[in-house]
């Protein structure tokens, strides 16, 4: 276990925001959890988990407690069958590599998750889902540290509530487990399939320009890393964290209505989820491309937001609520933010 002290939130997030963390430990191993939590308790201070940092904003007073900072790295195979492989995976793991160790064996259930920037406990946690994938789709269960009894635990996935870039881990409702459990290892199932059905939109089209009739995990990921690579930006060069903003769910009945009042509107069907692709929303009220305040609406896909110039987390708080409100007085929706704070 590693101790640092004032630690810049800005060097551990990928928007490159934020002052600094009074204390943060390094995770390398789940043993050092109840000694990092004992020192936290010990201080009196509150702890807050960091894995990549790519969905986190930093506050610019920094944070008056400990980061916990999340390297448990491990890839185990725990049974293989023909058809179906088990995965042990430390939540601290890269999910792109994690990916790539996958669809390098030919493995199906991640493929369309690849070149999303952060660890696979951060996956977790908000459900990443891209192109038509969900972690939630292959994730068995969780092993974790619960910071209320000091045990290590496993919860199977129907105890996280997961949901679209929701789990028990970051939500605020009911069920709400905010803080109490660190995620130490990930078992996901993974299969010989190949993806079946309708695949999404943007993922088809390059197939079919592309004169890709195959659907091997490989195939589907080079996609996936191409065209999320022309619209995403690369965190070692550009600061974002990015998707800015959550799509707008809605209820089945209210499709037509605003089918027929804004022609075009891109409304998509994402697990049991019906969503208003809030990029073309940002795009309708002109922002596209637009510097606000230091920070950059995306010209490539209006749901990113880059940190061109940003003085700071105020400078991202006025862009913020340039973008909401232009959204809010032309559409009446009220866009809500998708990276956590810190
Ligand atoms: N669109 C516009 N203008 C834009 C951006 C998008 O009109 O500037 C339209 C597109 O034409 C398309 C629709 O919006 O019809 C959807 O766009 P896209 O496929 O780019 O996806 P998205 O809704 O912007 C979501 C996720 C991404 C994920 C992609 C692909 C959220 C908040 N974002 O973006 O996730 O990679 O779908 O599945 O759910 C992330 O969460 O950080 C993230 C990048």
Known sequence: MKVST??????????RLGGDARYCITITTPSDLADAYAFAADKGLPTYILGGGSNVVGRDGGFDGVIMLNQLKSITAVSETSDQLLLRVGSGEDLDALVHFTVARDWCGIEALAAIPGTVGGA???????????????????????TQTGEHVHLPTDDLALCYRRSIFNSDGPDSAKGRYFITAALLNLHKNELAGDLYGSLQDYLDKNDISDRRPQTICAAVTVIRGEKLPDPATTASSGSFFKNITIDQADIEPLRTQYPGIPIFLIGNCWEIASGWLIEQVGLKGQLIDGMRVSDKAALILINESAAGYDDLARARETIVAAVKERFGFTLQQEPEEL
């Open 6 to 15: 004032n630690t810049p939130v800005s060097a551990l997030t990928t928007m």
């Open 124 to 146: 977790i946690m908000q459900n990443a889902g891209a192109y038509g994938q969900e972690i939630a789709q292959v994730l068995l269960g969780v092993d974790v540290y619960d």
